[in-house]
């Protein structure tokens, strides 16, 4: 009886010695976590066999869909908001994953553009970095203010319409005063001309505000200093120049010729000869056969009745028609020299123009 209850003890021992050595090396294989080695363990088994649902998307659909996550919100929360919104299936199985791969530790709160094409494994990879959620956006030189505005409702990635955009930069919207007496800005006046066309990275949590003040900012940018003092040694203020130069973009197919078709303005400005430019009576039309910039006629030059119209107004209109580029800016402010009055499409039909000096000389340059 006794030896076997040495035997029973040295075997007691020997199991109490491989376990500590089991454990002492699950400690170190584990990193100083065995609890979390298990757990993982587990995981990594339950899903050998989900490959297929790891990379398995919910449909084909790839129209972004905005998604937030919130500062504490956990794995499982943001698992079943995922689930909710269909961008994935199982948020069991969305939480083993990120589990598994330290990814949630990782997630980040922040607005993100997710699409049901994605897999699970792209949608749990996209949340851990909230900075790539940025889109892009891009306003065409000669745009109006509408255009724009039509623009914000085509993009699914606002979270604004465009109806919220135009109440911060149209007519009689507030306007940061010194913005309004850096550039002449009458009271009231929209932000017409002064949204800057350009190819924007915006973040998603983007508002109508940021969007008007980003588009501002970038075109106070462009025109640094020296446009302004030049025009204002001009007698011109940056809301009048901005005015002119967004005629010279609706008229210039070409850029290079933007300097030219200024000049023939600044000529007739000159000696108060109506400036008589056919996209102010377009911009007074306003929408019209599916255009915000509609084919006018010669009866239009007289029907077409607004203070835009400067065909029946002198001087520059009431205030810019588009968003002029800088170029158009500075053709603007620095035009070219010459003694032109007069300019039409030539009978070439690539998109540049004929000067005239006189309107004998003009009417010759018809087709």
Request: aromatic residues 10%.
């Amino acid at each position: 009886m006794g030896r076997f209850i040495r035997f029973m003890v040295v075997i007691i021992g020997l199991l109490v010695i491989m376990a500590v050595v089991a454990a002492g090396a699950l400690f170190v294989v584990s990193g100083g976590r065995p609890v979390d080695f298990v757990q993982k363990t587990i995981i990594q088994f339950s899903l050998s066999s989900r490959q297929d649902d790891l990379n398995r998307s919910v449909s084909d659909d790839a129209t972004p869909i905005r998604f937030t996550v919130n500062t504490g919100d956990t794995p499982p929360l943001i698992a079943r908001n995922l689930v909710n919104t269909n961008l994935i299936l199982d948020a069991d199985l969305f939480v083993d994953y990120v589990r598994l791969n330290d990814l949630d530790r990782q997630l980040e709160a922040g607005t993100y553009f997710l699409n049901k094409s994605q897999t699970l494994i792209q949608i749990a990879v996209a949340l851990t970095d909230s900075r790539s959620s940025q889109f892009p956006f891009r306003i065409l030189e000669g745009w109006r203010l509408e255009e724009i505005v039509a623009m914000i409702d085509d993009n699914p990635y606002f979270s604004f319409s465009g109806a919220e955009f135009l109440g911060v930069v149209g007519p009689g919207a507030q306007v940061d005063p010194s913005f309004a007496a850096q550039v002449g800005l009458p009271p009231g006046a929209s932000l017409e001309g002064f949204l800057y066309p350009d190819t924007y990275q915006l973040p998603a949590e983007v508002t109508a505000t940021m969007l008007r003040d980003i588009l501002i900012q970038a075109f106070i940018e462009k025109i640094g200093t020296q446009i302004p003092l030049d025009a204002a040694a001009q007698g011109l203020t940056v809301f009048q120049a901005v005015t002119l130069a967004s005629i010279v973009q609706r008229e210039a197919v070409h850029p290079d010729e933007q300097p030219m078709i200024a000049s023939a303005y600044r000529n007739r400005l000159a000696i108060n000869m109506r400036l008589e430019a056919d996209p102010t009576v377009q911009y007074g039309i306003g929408f019209q056969n599916g255009s915000w910039w509609p084919r006018i006629t010669a009866a239009d030059y007289t029907n077409a009745v607004s203070p835009y119209n400067t065909y029946l107004n002198d001087g520059l209109p009431p205030g810019p028609i588009a968003s002029p580029g800088l170029t158009a800016i500075q053709a603007a402010v620095y035009p070219a020299q010459s003694e032109f009055f007069y300019f039409r499409a030539d009978c070439r039909g690539d998109g540049y123009h004929d000067f005239a000096r006189t309107f004998e000389e003009h009417l010759a340059n018809g087709c």
